[in-house]
C-alpha cells in the first residue's frame, strides 16, 4: 500500500488487518527497538489514512441522506 492511495485503491479492511498486526507485535515485544519505530510510523499512517476513509465515507452517507446525518442502529430495530 502507499503512503498516500486514493480514495479508489485504499482498502479499508487491509489497513485495519495490518495495524492489528502492527499493534500486536508491538504489545507483545516481538521487534527490536528500530524495527518497533518503523512499525509504530507505519501505524500512524494506516490510523490517519482510516480515520480520512471514514470521515470520507462518513460524509457520503450524509449527502445520500439528504444532508440529515441520522445515528445507525446496527439494524437491531429489525
Do not use: K
Request: net charge negative; charged share 25%.
Amino acid at each position: 500500500m502507499s503512503e498516500n492511495p486514493s480514495a479508489a485503491e485504499f482498502d479499508f479492511e487491509a489497513a485495519i488487518r495490518e495495524l492489528e498486526t502492527l499493534v500486536g507485535q508491538l504489545e507483545r515485544g516481538d521487534l527490536a527497538l528500530d524495527a518497533a519505530l518503523a512499525a509504530y510510523q507505519r501505524g500512524s499512517q494506516l490510523l490517519i489514512a482510516c480515520r480520512g476513509r471514514l470521515e470520507a465515507v462518513r460524509q457520503q452517507v450524509q449527502i445520500v441522506d439528504g444532508e440529515v446525518l441520522r445515528a445507525f442502529d446496527g439494524g437491531d430495530n429489525a
